[in-house]
């Protein structure tokens, strides 16, 4: 009998050093940072430009940084993220938030916290909050960003979801098993490689009640296209963040002057290292297409093989041509020429000829915005969409 009793309880350490395994297969470690009042939530957002959202504001939070798990070139690499639960008993769905390009270190939602914590009160209104670093930022800031690879961003957004999932286990809260996605510009991009990433995988608990990407540039070769019917473009650091982010996650052995002419061949990998701003990297580059791109690259893009790797990679990674099952509502400030409003039209237009529920994908012009003043807008109507889904 005492043999019984011994084997009995020793099964018993096993079984529970599994579930303990178990429960955290995405989260690598966490770290809890503070609480903030209710009230206090309320007096924050009050003196802001988001007052319309106090009618939504119920309950305390606390917010954490994450470290988890994802895949980058085959290999485990450890990401991070900011984490905001409200405090109360009742399930909660999740509300995925992914910011816009950067290509700054200390933009990373983890380390600019007087930014992010005051995204973070958003988790007041009732959703478990999840805004990634994405790659490149945060814990894996020695690598380089991949820029609008669907791929790695879906992936690394939706493994934050499973370690935030894992989390809420552990900490006590109590996840309804909803997710809600969003996001703009680089964030509109990521919502949707996020949302492609979860309808094919069919994961476990990850329910999308509804995605709201916004201002990405989702058929990537279309935004190519923009780019090169241009005289000038006025943000050329985002052009040269695509190549140089193929150039490394795909590590190819083609060197960038096939692509650019000099001086800004050789210069874009010296700027693409977390310690240069957008805006810094597009004084040492040029505006003028003519002038930034080889004349052959320029010509011969769609007709040149030398070219076929780069073109091919970005309809690969482009996500307009597949079939949501789950409710989107895309957005796009009409007077956005920064990411071509016509893209997003484009990417809707290529949808509603695949799908044969066409209320599936919803499309919310933002009229008269461009790609800065749309997002106020954005944020105030998708808390009203998503809390009517609720």
Not at 44 to 68: A, G, P, R, W
Not at 208 to 219: E, K, N
Not at 222 to 228: D, I
């Amino acid at each position: 009998m005492k043999k019984l009793s011994i084997i009995f309880i020793f099964s018993l350490f096993i079984f529970s050093c599994q579930t303990d395994e178990i429960s955290k297969v995405k989260l690598n470690d966490f770290s809890k940072l503070f609480t903030v009042s209710k009230d206090n939530v309320q007096e924050i957002v009050k003196t802001s430009e988001f007052t319309n959202l106090m009618e939504y504001l119920q309950y305390d939070i606390t917010v954490y940084t994450i470290t988890y798990n994802t895949i980058y070139q085959g290999k485990n690499v450890i990401a991070s993220g900011l984490v905001a639960f409200p405090e109360t008993e009742k399930g909660m769905p999740m509300l995925n938030f992914n910011h816009g390009t950067t290509s700054l270190h200390a933009d990373a939602p983890t380390v600019d916290l007087l930014q992010y914590s005051f995204f973070s009160n958003a988790a007041s209104a009732g959703y478990i909050l999840v805004i990634p670093d994405y790659l490149g930022f945060g814990s894996s800031e020695d690598i380089l960003h991949p820029y609008y690879r669907s791929d790695i961003t879906g992936q690394t957004v939706v493994d934050m979801l499973i370690a935030t999932k894992e989390l809420a286990k552990i900490e006590g809260y109590n996840y309804n098993g909803d997710v809600f996605l969003s996001g703009y510009s680089e964030g509109g991009f990521a919502t949707m490689a996020a949302h492609h990433n979860i309808e094919k995988n069919n994961y476990s608990n990850l329910n999308i009640v509804a995605s709201a990407p916004a201002a990405g540039g989702y058929d990537i070769t279309g935004m190519l296209n923009y780019f090169l019917s241009l005289e000038t473009y006025h943000v050329p650091y985002y052009i040269a963040y695509v190549a140089i982010g193929y150039k490394t996650s795909y590590n190819w052995d083609i060197s960038l002057n096939t692509i650019f002419n000099e001086p800004y061949a050789s210069n874009i990998p010296e700027y693409y290292n977390g310690k240069f701003s957008g805006s810094q990297i597009n004084e040492v580059l040029n505006d003028t297409i003519s002038i930034l791109f080889k004349e052959k690259f320029i010509n011969e893009t769609f007709s040149n093989n030398e070219f076929s790797i780069f073109v091919d990679a970005l309809e690969e990674n482009s996500l307009d041509a597949w079939n949501p099952r789950n409710k989107m509502i895309m957005y796009h400030g009409s007077s956005d020429i920064t990411v071509p409003y016509q893209n997003s039209v484009d990417t809707y237009n290529s949808f509603l000829s695949r799908l044969s529920d066409k209320s599936i994908v919803e499309f919310i012009t933002l009229d008269g915005k461009d790609h800065s003043s749309g997002s106020l807008p954005y944020i105030l109507d998708i808390f009203d969409k998503f809390n009517s889904l609720k």
